[in-house]
């Protein structure tokens, strides 16, 4: 199946499976989403000559690969959907309506804080959040 975005959630636009990443992120579908990353990223060595050549395959396999923005800790996933069409664009995206961000402690996890509210953690929005801005 061409362009598949089967293990990919439609919200993040992360999936769990790369190559699938790949497929989803040259898709039609994802041109503008892919133009809006490229042009933001072009300056950065990783993507800057896929972005020059207008490299769309090139580049989506750049992107999919797991960044520091998958990570918690630096040694663990935040979710199965690591492997994102473009972490950095999505980070800057405005969160779901229904999402709701709450705030911890300092040392409290993203489990504690939701649990106590009777909420559940969705890792996946931590890394737009997460500032550690008050």
Do not use: W
Not at 59 to 85: D, E, L
Request: neutral net charge; contains cysteine.
């Amino acid at each position: 199946k061409r362009y598949t975005c089967d293990t990919c959630d439609e919200a993040s636009q992360c999936c769990t499976v790369y190559e699938q990443c790949v497929s989803c992120c040259i898709s039609p579908m994802n041109d503008q989403l892919r133009s809006q990353a490229m042009n933001q990223l072009k300056q950065k060595r990783t993507y800057e000559q896929a972005a020059k050549d207008h490299d769309a395959f090139e580049f989506c396999r750049a992107s999919c690969r797991t960044s520091s923005k998958s990570t918690v800790h630096g040694n663990a996933y935040m979710s199965p959907f690591r492997f994102c069409v473009s972490p950095e664009i999505l980070a800057g995206r405005p969160l779901p309506p229904d999402l709701k961000a709450l705030s911890g402690d300092s040392g409290q996890s993203c489990d504690e804080v939701c649990g106590a509210s009777g909420m559940t953690c969705d890792l996946r929005y931590l890394p737009s959040i997460n500032t550690c801005a008050k």
